[in-house]
């Protein structure tokens, strides 16, 4: 370094009643809003957690993602399974819950209250493709039951300029 003294208050907010174990990471630009983050935990630039979230045990959030109130994300430090990974640009609606191992891909949206574990269907309504335990990039999920059982349905796909363009709720409205 060049002598230059760091004010870690620029870097990171982590608003009071919040939990972040030692051994997580924030990176700069990153705010916590009185949200319990776990051992382990990665999470990059210029994130937003909401209120009272829990992110799991090495769960790893990439840039730009917004996770909205009461969303709750399973984590795991085992090598038998995969971890769970948010990838950049991810929007998690609120009272969402992402299980253990879960990839949701670049881009994504999930409307609020969405169940994803590695056994909750998602239909692509374009394609009727059926994908478990991850959500494709640029993809617009919002829950649904089908046949008595929940489900999440991928509504449309996004390209990175319209996700720009509009809100998320003009994108969830459709």
Not at 32 to 53: H, M, Q, R, T
Not at 105 to 119: A, D, F, N, P
């Amino acid at each position: 370094m060049d002598g230059t003294i760091l004010n870690l208050k620029q870097l990171i907010k982590i608003i009071p009643n919040s939990t972040v174990k030692k051994g997580s990471f924030i990176a700069k630009g990153s705010i916590i809003k009185s949200s319990f983050i776990e051992i382990g935990a990665y999470i990059d630039e210029n994130c937003l957690i909401e209120y009272n979230c829990v992110i799991g045990i090495g769960v790893q959030i990439g840039k730009n993602c917004h996770i909205e109130s009461f969303v709750g994300i399973e984590g795991n430090l085992s090598i038998k399974t995969m971890p769970t990974i948010i990838e950049d640009d991810v929007y998690i609606g609120a009272k969402s819950q992402i299980g253990n191992g879960i990839i949701i891909g670049e881009g994504s949206i999930l409307g609020m209250g969405c169940l994803i574990t590695k056994y909750t269907p998602i239909i692509d309504s374009e394609t009727n493709q059926i994908y478990y335990g991850q959500i494709p990039p640029y993809s617009v999920v919002k829950p649904s039951y089908k046949d008595g059982k929940m489900v999440c349905i991928i509504s449309q796909r996004i390209d990175k300029i319209k996700k720009k363009e509009l809100t998320i709720q003009e994108i969830l409205k459709d």
